[in-house]
Each structure stands twice: as C-alpha cells, then as structure tokens.
C-alpha cells in the first residue's frame, strides 16, 4: 500500500498562473481533505470531500477548486495563482465510520509563488 | 468557527528535559487526537482520546483529556533527538472534518 501520495512535490508558479494538484490514495477512504500549512497558523482545511462526485468548503476556500471524480483521486485546481498562496499543501483522508477517526496525510506539495 | 487553542507555540528544552504541549477549546469535544510532524515532514497520527479524564502512555509520551473534555496535553518525560518536530492537537467539529491546533514546535538542545 502506497497510502496517500501526491503530486508534484514542489512547483513554483508566476502570479497568475495555474495548476493541479494530485492527491491519490490506495486506502479506498470516503473522505478526503486538502489542507494547507503556514508557519505559525497550523494546518487550515481548504475544501474536503465526503465520498465520491461531493466536495465541500472548509475554512480556506478562496482561490481553489477543487474535484473528486474518481474515489481514490482528489484534485486541488488554483485557477490564477497569487503569492499568498504560497504555502505547503497536504492532502489526507480517513474512512467513514469506526471507533478512531484517524486521517493519514500525503507526504506534501511545496508550492511557491512569485 | 470553532477553534482549538494550542500552547506554546515553541518549546526549547535540553536533551533528558521534560516537554509538555496544551490544547484548550471553548466547547466541550466529542474525541480529541494528536499528530507528530517530524521537519519536512506531514502529519503521523499519535493518539485519540475519549472518554472523560482519559490518560494514555506511549513509552515516554503520555496524553491526557481533561474531565470536561475541553482540554488535553501531551507530556513527554526525558525528550530525545528523536522527539523534535512539532506536535499538533486536532478535534471533530462534526462528523466530517477535524479543526487543528496551531502547533507546539519542539526543538531539542543536544
């Protein structure tokens, strides 16, 4: 089991420009979760997805879209990438259910704006 | 929104020290869990807590919930080098999404 893997792990972008991200996990988890992490501001949940063909706004979610098409695959878009975006993205996901609500995380997407 | 309040921020401490990390919340929490992130590196799932005044060890890692299930801590007896990282807090807001704490960034003075 590859668990939860992400790609790219790095990219630098132009004001403006735009990009995928790529979470895929082999776990066959419900939920999955698109984070991003600031130094001193802890992880901040962007959109997340409950199960196939839904997604959801979290507490960050301007700036991104964001599609579940396939269970396994969840895609984080930034249509016109701006410096504040700048940030390291994590994916996670968990299943639905069960006595411990465990998320396990990708190893993370280092994305820098210029 | 709901928010979980996480102190301190950074922790300095020499190798063989003690280390303990806080989480408040406003509310009371269904479960609370704990997370390690080692430097670059993503979040790996330590613990979850229950049940009321709850205590959990893990070698030199014991974890506690408070009695009203608004706070917990983590406390790390004779911290190692292996210990660096920083450890987060997270709770349920709902059934769905988890709400993390800040952060307590552990370095180790060798």
């Known amino acids: 089991n590859a668990g939860v893997t992400q790609t790219p792990k790095f990219r630098v972008l132009k004001t403006g420009q735009s990009m995928t991200l790529l979470c895929a996990q082999d776990m066959n988890h419900e939920y999955m979760y698109w984070y991003r992490q600031d130094p001193g501001m802890g992880l901040r949940l962007i959109h997340y997805s409950v199960g196939e063909g839904t997604t959801a706004k979290g507490e960050v979610p301007d700036g991104y879209n964001v599609s579940r098409l396939k269970k396994q695959n969840f895609l984080l878009g930034l249509e016109s990438a701006a410096p504040s975006q700048t940030s390291v993205y994590f994916c996670?996901?968990?299943?639905?259910?069960?006595?411990?609500?465990?998320?396990?995380f990708g190893p993370g997407t280092r994305l820098t704006v210029l | 929104g709901q928010q979980v309040m996480q102190i301190p921020q950074y922790q300095h401490v020499q190798e063989g020290e003690d280390f303990t990390t806080y989480c408040n919340s406003s509310t009371t929490l269904s479960n609370i869990q704990w997370y390690k992130q080692r430097p670059g590196g993503h979040p790996v799932f330590l613990i979850q807590l229950v049940k009321s005044g709850e205590v959990k060890k893990q070698k030199r890692l014991t974890f506690q919930f408070g009695e009203a299930k608004k706070n917990s801590s983590l406390h790390i007896t004779a911290t190692q080098t292996t210990d660096v990282g920083t450890y987060f807090c997270a709770a349920p807001f709902g059934n769905e999404k988890l709400t993390f704490g800040t952060g307590t960034r552990l370095t180790i003075i060798p």
């Open positions: 996670a996901s968990r299943r639905r259910g069960g006595i411990i609500d465990t998320q396990y």
